[in-house]
Every structure is written in C-alpha cells, then in structure tokens.
C-alpha cells in the first residue's frame, strides 16, 4: 500500500497549469522568427515609413537613422572588420525580421504596442531603404519582408553549437 | 530620527546635571558617567513591520545616466561595500530596457506554448502550488566590467562603478523541465524562446535541453517574494548563464525549432571578434575575480596588516582557485576561499596581507573547475573587435601608490 503510494507520489506532478486560452496565445505570440512564421497581414511602403519615422521615431534616431540619442540605425556598412566598426542595423543585424519584431514590441519607447502592424511594415521598409537594403519603392509584406538580405546576413558564429542539434 | 536627537539630547542633559554640583562633589562618578552611551540609557526604538538599514549607512546601488527613458539602462551593486556572498536585495544590480514594470501578482498569467502537445497557462498562484527548490547563484549581466574593455585608459571608479553588475542570491521557484513536461514538448521542438511582461517585450532564445535541465521559474529571492527590479512576480532563471538570459518579468515561454533571432540575441549581447565576424549564443558566463577590499578610490591606512578580500565566480561551475599577485602578474599566491563555495555563485577569498608601504600593482586570478582561467586585459584585447565589450572577464589589476591611492590600472 505505502509502497505504490510512494510510486504514485514520485512519478506524478502536479499539473496545474489550465488549457491556454488561445485568444491569449494569439495576443501574446508576437515574436517573428527568420522565416517569417507568424508575420501579420498588412503591408507598407518606404514613403508612408518616411512619414510615419518623422512624426515618431526622429527625434531619438535622428534623420536619416543616425542616431543620437538612441541607436544609430544606419550607416557603417562593410566598417565591421575594421579598426572603427559602426554596428547598426544596417551594418550588423543579420535578418530584417527583428526589426520588424523589435519596432512592434518595444517601439516607440514611449508608447510600445501604440503601432499597427501596416506602420511597422512600413517602418521597417524605410530604414532599410536608407543605405539602399530595400529600393526606395519597396513595399515589405509577410511574403517579401523574410526574403531581405541583410548585409551581414552571415557574420555570425554559433558559439555555443546548439543550432546544430 | 528619533534615534538621531537622542544623543545631543543625552549630553545636554548630563552636562546640564554636571553643572549643577553633582560632578563637582563626585567627580569620579561623572567620569564614568562619560562612558555610558546613549545606547544604554534610553530605551531603544520600537518595532518595525519591515527593517532597514541603520540611518548611519549610506551604502547605494550606483546609478548610471539614465538610456533614452528614465529606466532604460542600470544600476551597479556596491560591491566595494559588501561582503560575504550573497547581495542583499535592495542593492542587487538592475538592467531594464524600458523600466521596471509594475506588475499585479493576482493578474499575472504564464503561458507555455508553441511546439508542445497542451498549450498551458499558469496563475502565480497555481505555481506556488508546485514543488520548489533553493539555489544559491549569481546573476552577472553580460556587459559587467565594460568600462575597462572600452575605456583606453583606465576609468578610475570604485569597483562596484566598474564590475558592480554581478549579484548573488538564494532563488527559490520551480524547475522550469517540470512544466515543460506537462506541456508535453514535441520531438522538433529543440528551443524555447524566452518573453517578458515588460514594455522592451525582452525576449531570448535557449536551447530546449538546457532550458529543461537547468532553468528555474524564480518566485522568490533571499526568502521573500522576488525585488520588483528582478522580475516580479516571475523571471526566468538560468544557473551562471548571461544575465540577460534570465528574462524578468516571464510571462511566456514558446517552444521553437530554432532560435527565434531576437534584437538581443542578434545587434546585442554577441561578441563582435577583430575578423568582423561576431560570436553568438555566448550563454556561459566565464571565471572572474575581483578584489574588493582593497579596490579603486579606497583610501589606504600606510604601512601594515590588511585582509586582502574579493569576490569570484564562474558560469561553468565552482571555482577551484583564486590566486593573488603583487608584482602585476609575474608571481601569484593562492588566496583562500574559506567557503561555503557552490556551483555559479559568487564565492568569497581572502588573504591575510603585510603592506610594507611600498607601490605595486595588486592583481586577484580565477581559475574555475572546468580549467577556464581569467585572461589578462592585453589577451581579452586581442581576440575581439575595438568596439567589443560584452563578457569581459580580464584579470583587474589595482595600483596601490606610496601615498595610499588605490587606483584601476591597465598592466
């Protein structure tokens, strides 16, 4: 008797999690992985990124993306390997759907989640039309936005090994 | 404040009694008198619903200029002032990426979703429900010590100005393998990416294997519900990873295939190398050292015995050694590490010392039970991009001058 008890108590746990409530999941599950799993619907263009940055985003990323106070966006290309590296989103982040991530969770600082998904389509299609990733007249969408090749799209070494598993 | 007046009151009081005769005819019961202290002639304050330091310490966290919001950016532990192993709470280092978020415990959920059989979502309440364990462990941010990798000469700071985001404390939560588990993890799903309730919507990738062996879903810290500044009502625990690993405020966890590639795990948080190229998934916190008694802007008392005393810790497990050098590194000597000495958390060393008042450059060397040793300064250097910051562990060296300054150094 004590002996399956016992048994019981160490092979059960507890199991108080509830079914998760997939309007929750939906809310929360934000997060876009290289691929593009999980991108909106919607689209945006360069120009209405233009206007949407001046309004919002200018007075910390400065015009054009370069910077100051907050982030320098743009720029520094190809200076990665040299004795001054300028490590923007242009020059060093190596897929554009973290910008698009990133611009929909956390941007602007003072008002984050305040953006539709069409002005962070948009958003991020200026930015990277800036040093020329995207033509001016680009318009990013679910489909076009994981085919953007950064320019450092390769420079980075899995140190840990566990992409590889 | 009441403890503040008391005294002057005290020795109005007895001088006043002096003036009145009373020393005059027993003067040797007056100068005793002299010697009973305030403390022991009035009765003491009453009880408190929680305790504070005492009104004559003024030991704070360092604040940093504030990023582009008020709580963008962080505070460092004053690690010079501190001692033992564990960072009491109030003094822990913060790093937020837009500020502490004030989170209702009642209200807070935890999802784990994504590749797994039964999406689930949990209460706080229904955590506390589950089976906890305690582990002593340090949190170090990745960008600690940053100010001498970046600097070209030495920033001269107290040493908590320059390595004070290293903290160490008791956690207390639930295996985070347990709920995965009951989630039921599908055979393609080999990550899980790790979100907080903040308004950064800070998230990180971890690969499914450690993450299910190793982390803690942390309800408690030194005993009470966790500090607001570490993640209230939930973080993320990852024993010895980088501190940004340790996502605060959780309030998701969804199992991937891959890495997700957020903005920290990708333009943050990696080590850019001298090639161009830059390192990624740098997850394991290597060995440091760092003497805090004595350390930058102290003060030195001349000539004679002190305690050399520090703080080490490693990511890869305990620390075996920590050696000592007077002479800039060209000769060491074990220091001692009286313990208790655990897996990824902060272990005190100390070293009994005879300062002859002579200059030289002091130096404290980590080696930790894997066989990782702390780099010189010159070597870190060498290997990574001018710009590179992240995960600087070189050996700190601290030069004692003739005239009693204690300042950062570069050998």
Not at chain 1, 59 to 73: F, I, R, S
Not at chain 1, 78 to 92: E, H, I, Q, W, Y
Not at chain 1, 115 to 125: C, G, N, P, Q, R
Not at chain 2, 212 to 236: A, K, M, S, T, W
Request: net charge positive; glycine share 10%.
């Amino acid at each position: 008797m004590f002996k399956t008890l016992a048994f019981l108590l160490a092979a059960t746990t507890p199991h108080f999690g509830a079914p998760a409530d997939p309007n929750l999941v939906k809310a929360w599950d934000r997060s876009i992985p290289p691929d593009g799993t999980g991108l909106p619907p919607g689209k945006g263009s360069v120009s209405e990124g233009l206007a949407i940055y001046t309004e919002k985003c200018v007075m910390c990323h400065g015009v054009n993306g370069v910077g100051k106070p907050a982030d320098q966006l743009t720029g520094g290309v190809g200076s990665l390997a040299t004795a001054n590296p300028v490590k923007t989103v242009s020059s060093f982040w190596p897929y554009a759907t973290t910008l698009f991530d990133y611009i929909r969770r956390a941007m602007p600082v003072t008002s984050p989640h305040s953006l539709s998904d069409h002005e962070a389509y948009a958003l991020t299609a200026y930015i990277l039309s800036i040093d020329g990733i995207v033509k001016k007249d680009a318009v990013l969408d679910a489909k076009s936005l994981p085919k953007v090749k950064m320019p450092n799209r390769d420079g980075f070494i899995d140190a840990y090994g566990a992409t590889k598993r | 404040m009441t403890n503040k007046i008391a005294p002057s009151r005290r020795k109005f009081l007895t001088t006043a009694l002096a003036g009145a005769g009373a020393a005059a005819t027993v003067p040797l019961a007056a100068k005793a008198d002299e010697y009973i202290t305030p403390s022991m002639t009035v009765p003491g304050k009453a009880f408190t619903p929680y305790g504070m330091p005492s009104g004559h310490e003024d030991v704070k966290r360092l604040l940093r200029p504030p990023g582009i919001s008020p709580g963008t950016g962080g505070s460092l532990s004053p690690i010079e002032s501190l001692e033992g192993m564990i960072t009491p709470s109030g003094l822990h280092f913060e790093r937020h990426h837009n500020g502490v978020p004030d989170i209702d415990i009642k209200a807070h959920k935890f999802l784990i979703h994504g590749l797994v059989d039964k999406p689930l979502e949990f209460t706080i309440a229904s955590l506390d429900r589950y089976p906890r364990i305690s582990r002593m462990h340090f949190v170090e941010c990745g960008g600690n010590s940053g100010a001498n990798a970046g600097a070209p000469e030495p920033p001269q700071l107290t040493a908590g100005g320059i390595h004070g985001l290293i903290s160490c404390s008791e956690w207390t939560g639930v295996k985070l393998g347990m709920l995965l588990d009951e989630a039921g993890v599908k055979p393609e799903g080999k990550w899980i990416l790790a979100e907080s309730a903040d308004s950064a919507g800070m998230s990180r990738s971890i690969p499914l294997k450690e993450a299910h062996e190793q982390g803690i879903l942390v309800l408690f810290q030194n005993g009470e519900r966790i500090r607001p500044e570490q993640g209230y009502p939930l973080r993320l625990l990852m024993p010895g990873w980088e501190g940004n690993l340790n996502v605060k405020w959780l309030h998701r966890i969804k199992v991937t295939a891959g890495p997700t590639m957020t903005k920290d795990e990708t333009s943050k948080y990696t080590q850019s190398l001298k090639n161009g190229k830059a390192n990624q998934f740098n997850f394991i916190q290597p060995p440091k050292s760092i003497i805090t008694k004595p350390s930058g802007m102290m003060t030195m008392n001349g000539p004679g015995y002190y305690e050399i005393s520090g703080i080490t810790w490693s990511g890869h497990g305990k620390i075996a050694k920590v050696e000592i050098s007077f002479d800039g590194g060209s000769t060491w000597t074990d220091a001692e590490m009286p313990g208790p000495v655990f897996p990824q958390c902060v272990t005190r060393f100390r070293l009994p010392w005879e300062w002859d008042g002579k200059p030289l450059l002091l130096q404290s060397r980590a080696t930790d039970e894997k066989g990782n040793v702390q780099p010189t300064r010159a070597v870190w250097k060498d290997r990574v991009s001018p710009v590179q910051f992240y995960q600087y562990n070189a050996i700190q060296t601290w030069q004692i001058g003739a005239d009693n300054t204690v300042k950062n150094y570069y050998v």
